[in-house]
Each structure stands twice: as structure tokens, then as C-alpha cells.
């Protein structure tokens, strides 16, 4: 019997600069926080094994401070950790894995698999066969070779691969090595681990796509979580349970806006998030000016309580009935400016005018 967790594309060193210097360096201490996660699980649930399927670093080479925070986080940890080298932090020379060795950084529960060939670990019954790609995009499927090993009948195989299935991912993998989706059944493997798409996903029975641990982007592809895997003995099918572990949940919202009390359903929409949400919405449609107004008062209710946010709403259009004008509460100064705008509407396109009163009213908000 074998038990183990799944996990991959742990991107540990990656920066977030685009997101803000705070949010930076919160998420990039995050992915140390959830290996630490990892461990407790592992731990708790009596699991003394751990597979990570590549991208264990994001830049290549790390930075030696990385390589040190990792490895002694791993060192204090309770279980054996499997590490294979991915797309970013490929196994040839120069890498992560050669200067880890070089300052005697790996601990005694941590194997680099940066080379293949069967590990065997006799006290789980299990013969792992990595994959490990030595350059960041080989162009062609190195499983075929690198579980081409006979490891007896009564090892269960795991095979531990990193690149993207073919005909299976939707856009966006992040390498274009590929793999057969037949493999694990080619391979006589028990069960193949794959890294390289962030979600988690099922390819076959045999066949998984952990996810990274910790989200890092805007794509809602159920990443955050691991697995935990368990074959009962040799050919067995295994069952794989998917375990949150994530700490910030980012969601990509689109939110079409008909009508006005569409601000509220918004507001209501958001109302749950706070400060691990990072936020992405992009807004259509058209309002009147007085609900556009409401619309900028929630962005601001909604920057101040979630982490991040990327609120998108040029694309939504006004609409201007004749009582919204004499409703606005403007300056003086506004408020002549649009009298004098209105006197002159049959002169302009409608689509000129209604912009001519949003950029009217936005910049007397901006200096009053
Ligand atoms: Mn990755």
C-alpha cells in the first residue's frame, strides 16, 4: 500500500511586482508559508511521503537566499520529499539542483531527481520514475524513456513528469513539453504525477495535475490545494483526493451591469471577500451617471477590505436621461459648464455629449 501527496509548481522566489510591492512580498513569502502547510498535512494525516512535480523554483538559478529558506524549511520537516526539476528550474547545468548539492544544502529526508532512474523506496513498496527535464523546452516526450524501466510486480510505479498532456489542457500551459495522454497506461504506470499546469486536474484514472499549492494568477482552474494518493497494492486503481492548502484566493470576475441595482448585486457579490482575496473584475454594460457615481464609491469599499484589486470598468457606457442632469450635485462652476453643454446638445453626436458630462463630472469630483 502506498500513501503520498501530490504537489507541483511551487514557483518558490517568484515576485509579484505588478500587484505591488506589499502584496509582492506577502504572496512571495506565502510559497514558503504553504510547503510549511504541506509538511503539517502530511504530518497529520500520517503520510510520510511527498511528490513535487517540477517548477519547485521560479527562476533558474534561484537566489541562494531561496535555495536556504527551502531546504531548511524541508530539513525540519517530517517527511521524504521528492524533487523533480521542471521547465523553470531545469536539471541542467547551472541550476538550482547542482548548487544545492554544492553548499551541502540538501537534507537527509530530501532526494533531487534531476537525473532518471527508478528510486526505489522499499518501505512504501513504491518505485518512483522521474522525468526530469534537463532543458527548459526538449520538444519532444522524454516520458517515453524515462519510465522505460522494469521495476519487478510487486513495486507500485509512480511515474513524475512535468510539461502538458496533449489535447488535454486548455490554453495557457506554461511549457509545450509534451506528454502522451496514454502514458501512465503505456508505462504500466500505477499512477503518473504531472506538473506544469496550475490547477488541479484529472487526465485519466491514473493521471493527475496536482495544481500549485499556493494560487498565483487570475485563472479560475481550481488550483490551491494538493493531492493526497493512495494505491492499495500494484494495478489497483488509485484514489485521489484533492486537499485545500491555499491562503489567497484570487478570482476573475466578469459582471455585466443592465441596471442600476446592478451595483448593488456587485456590492453583495463582493461582500464576503477580504484581506486574503485578490480581485479581478471587469465590468460591461451601461448605467446612468448616478449609478456609475454609486460604482466608483463601491470600488473604493472594495479596494479597502480585499488584498488586490484590478477593477475594470471603462468599457461600461452611460446612459443620461434628462432628470439625472438636474440631480447632480456639482459645483458652481460644473454646473454652468454643463447648462452651457446642454444648450448646445443638438449641435454634437449624443456620444460626444454623454462623454463631454462623465469627464465634467469626474474631474469636479477630482477637485472638490
Ligand atoms: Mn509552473
Known sequence: MAKFIHTADWQIGRRFTRHGEDVS?????????????IAKLAAESGIGLVVVAGDVFEHRPPDNRDLRRLFGIL???????????????????GGPWDRA??????????????????????DE????LPAPLRTRQPQYDLTEEAFNYDTGASLIRVGLAHGSVTGVLPDGADSANPIAAERAERANLDYLALGDWHGSLRVNDRTWYSGTPETDRFRNNRSGQV????????????AVTEVPTGRFRWHDLDSPLHVDSDVDRVRQDLDAYGFDDLVKISFSGALSLRAREAL???REEVEAKVRYLDWEAGRVETKIEPDDLDSLSLSP??????????SRRTEVAQAVFTEA???????????S
Do not use: M
Not at 512580498?25 to 502547510?37: C, G, I, M, Q
Open 357 to 367: 458630462v462623465v469627464a465634467l463630472v469626474a474631474l469636479d469630483r477630482e477637485l
Open 75 to 93: 530539513g525540519e520537516s517530517d517527511p521524504t520529499w521528492l524533487l523533480l526539476p521542471g521547465n523553470h528550474d531545469h536539471g541542467g547545468a
Open 296 to 298: 466608483l464609491h463601491l
Open 25 to 37: 512580498a506577502l504572496l512571495y513569502d506565502e510559497r514558503f508559508e504553504v510547503v510549511k502547510r
Open 125 to 128: 513498496g513504491l518505485a518512483v
Open 101 to 122: 548539492r554544492d553548499l551541502e544544502l540538501v537534507p537527509g529526508n530530501v532526494r533531487l531527481l534531476d537525473a532518471p532512474g527508478p528510486v526505489i523506496l522499499e
Open 227 to 238: 493531492l493526497a494518493v493512495d494505491i492499495p497494492e500494484p494495478g489497483a486503481i488509485p
Open 333 to 342: 462652476l460644473a454646473r454652468a459648464i454643463l447648462e452651457e453643454l446642454e
